[in-house]
């Protein structure tokens, strides 16, 4: 059996004194695809947030293992070297950086390697085409002026090109229209399909649709009160969240 890429062990998680997540337990395989659902208020993001190293919220118990390390010691900017990868809900405006340049430094950072700028441009091209995105958009600032859509793909241009060993989309298909789901989920099927790693947190089922998934878990109140396979997904969409939250999920 493979070792596990991710292991969360009883993580507990305060945000602003308020207890979010309780004992939280999760253990991911590498090239397995999780699902992490659950209603508004559940505390999906807060995991997300967690991992990355977000000061905002504060561990007070458990412990993060990522390929092996102890995650919590490591500063936020080697998280991402060390491989992880997260998509926003709302991601940052930087004006005066194009967006090619942003992917150039952080893979450059990752791999502690200069890359050519040939080779690089081919690269993104590739990208670029995967995701139907004109070639222009590599020279735009990095999300200023970019719509809902445009944002959503340009942070799966980077997920491409940086190749991490394990992906958080958070609600990465929240106000995108059919065809932007479309476009996004093929990104995220190019990236799945190079070996890579998911943990999708989302309330919506449409970006799942075109993927495989290995594992859901449902959260309530913090905790997860429920794992299984696709076809909770399917349960979930016809049902809702009401059982879980009644009855914990038994």
């Known amino acids: 059996m493979s070792k596990d890429l991710l292991t969360v062990r009883d993580l507990s998680v305060r945000v602003e004194e308020k207890n979010i997540l309780k004992s939280l337990n999760l253990s991911v395989k590498p090239g397995e695809t999780h699902v992490l659902m659950g209603p508004n208020g559940a505390g999906k993001s807060t995991l997300g947030n967690t991992l990355m190293g977000n000061p905002h919220y504060e561990v007070i118990g458990g412990s993060v293992e990522f390929q092996g390390q102890n995650l919590l010691d490591l500063p936020v900017n080697e998280r991402a070297k060390a ?13 005066g950086i194009s967006l ?9 950072q990752r791999t502690g390697k200069r890359i050519r700028l040939w080779d690089f441009r081919k690269e993104i091209a590739k990208a670029l085409e995967v995701l139907n995105m004109d070639p222009s958009y590599a020279d735009r600032d990095l999300n200023v002026g970019f719509s809902g859509g445009e944002k959503k793909k340009a942070e799966i241009l980077q997920l491409l090109m940086l190749k ?31 070996g890579g790693t998911l943990l999708i947190i989302t309330h919506a089922t449409k970006i799942l649709e075109s993927l495989d998934v290995d594992f859901t878990h449902v959260l309530v ?16 969409n016809k049902n809702g969240f009401e059982r879980f939250e009644k009855d914990g999920g038994q």
């Open 83 to 95: 491989g992880i990868f997260m998509s926003f809900q709302n991601p940052l405006e930087v004006p």
């Open 164 to 194: 991490p060993s394990l992906a958080i989309l958070d609600e990465t298909d929240s106000g995108l229209d059919v065809d932007a789901v479309r476009t996004v989920s093929k990104g995220i099927e190019e990236y799945k399909q190079n």
């Open 221 to 236: 109140k913090g905790k997860i009160v429920k794992t299984g396979d696709a076809s909770l997904v399917d349960e979930i």
């Open 100 to 108: 090619a340049n942003f992917i150039r430094n952080a893979i450059e």
